[in-house]
């Protein structure tokens, strides 16, 4: 192998494949990058056997040269120090030769460092996903299916299959559930498939979500999904994330749900999220996070927490609308902000189905988001 290339595609490349590196990985090798040169470009590889990252750097773009290719091959370079070691090139050029698999000298500048390679040909192959099943969503709404969800997976590893999101497709409409059995968040969205093509079981650690967020950019690039019954991959210009599916069945969490409500109120977003917040800052201090809700007679929102040792806060809001019976309710303060600081609705419905029922939470204007938390029972 012998080539010449723009260091800043390399780093970019570097940077995206990177994600899939393990700091502790189960074989040596995949402690590496894999390089693969040949007539079309450059192809980097990582993964850590749960995800796998390909990026890849063409020969031009636009009609700008990016890498001159002399002969081609294949290496696997350790990626901690490729990756330090690229990025602190004096030059924006970096030339690059392996003599053999074992070696690689990398020139930049008047610089030249010497690197230990490891046999390609021990590199894992990646997964197939021959046969799998496609569908394609927009890249924007993708990560924002993720975010309004993952923040609600487990992280209690006993239940590995609750440390994933459920994906669920159905007509057309991509659906995305994450729970740790003490709360819930939903969302959906309409994606590019076959009416006929129904998903149910397809489940992808949360962790692994939140790394592909990072990769997928925000210009509403289509994204193709291709799912088989063990592993799902992610396409995206000119990269690839592959993911191992969770194994398991996810619980049904329908059941739940309803839209039979014993109280409900509408209200201001940030109104009830600046009461929590202040609230908080006491009920953490007691390491319950708990905060208290009632309704007044005046048709008014209490909102209170105490800690023995700092005091009492209480705050009163005026809801838009309320209806139904009086309320008196304790919830974890902390669930409750993650899911209003993923709604970017102005206004707020909040259905309460009893003391020690579910509180269901939905943006006023988008019926395809749900968060659901469970109350507290508390002896005051």
């Known amino acids: ?51 796998s990252v390909q990026s890849f750097i063409p020969l031009e773009e636009d009609g700008e040269t990016i890498v001159r290719m002399e002969s081609g091959g294949s290496l696997v370079l350790g990626a901690k120090f490729f990756s ?5 090139l ?26 230990v390679g490891l046999d390609p040909e021990e590199y894992p192959v990646l997964p197939s996903v021959a046969d799998a ?46 729970t740790d059995r003490h709360r819930l968040s939903n969302a959906e969205c309409e994606v590019a498939a076959d009416p006929e093509l129904k998903l149910d079981q397809m489940v992808i650690a949360g962790r692994t979500l939140n790394e592909l967020s990072k990769l997928v950019p925000d210009n509403g690039t289509m994204i193709e999904v291709a799912a088989t019954e063990s592993q799902v991959l992610f ?7 592959y993911s191992r599916l969770l194994d398991g069945t996810y619980p049904d969490t329908s059941r739940i749900i309803t839209n039979q409500y014993k109280t409900e109120m509408i209200m201001s977003t940030k109104a009830l999220t600046d009461a929590i917040e202040r ?37 009163r809001i005026v809801p838009d609308h309320l209806a139904g019976e009086e309320l008196k309710i304790a919830f974890n303060s902390r669930y409750m902000l993650d899911a209003l600081k993923v709604i970017d609705q102005e206004k707020i419905h909040i259905g309460f189905t009893g003391a020690m029922s579910p509180i269901l939470i939905r943006p006023e204007q988008e019926p395809d ?8 029972r508390t002896t005051t």
């Open 279 to 315: 609230a908080y800052l006491l009920s953490r201090e007691e390491k319950t996070n708990i905060v208290r809700m009632a309704t007044v007679g005046s048709g008014e929102i209490e909102v209170s927490s105490s800690s023995l040792e700092i005091g009492k806060v209480t705050e």
């Open 1 to 51: 192998m012998k080539l010449s290339i723009r260091k800043d595609a390399l780093n970019e490349a570097i940077g995206h494949v990177s994600r899939a590196v393990s700091p502790r990985p189960v074989i040596p090798i995949l402690a590496g990058i894999k390089i693969d040169a040949d007539s079309r470009g450059i192809t980097l590889t990582a993964s850590d056997t749960d995800i």
């Open 133 to 178: 099943h496609t569908f394609s969503i927009n890249g924007l709404k993708m990560k924002q299916l993720v975010q309004r969800t993952v923040f609600a997976v487990s992280a209690n590893e006993s239940t590995p299959i609750l440390t994933g999101v459920l994906w669920q497709l159905s007509g057309g409409k991509l659906k995305l559930t994450a």
């Open 84 to 88: 330090e070691i690229v990025r602190k």
């Open 369 to 376: 988001m749900l968060h659901l938390i469970l109350p507290y």
């Open 90 to 115: 004096p030059t924006d050029t970096v030339e690059l030769e392996a003599p053999d698999v074992h070696r690689a000298i990398i020139r930049s500048g008047n610089a030249e460092i010497e690197l």
């Open 235 to 241: 396409r995206m210009d000119r990269i690839l994330f």
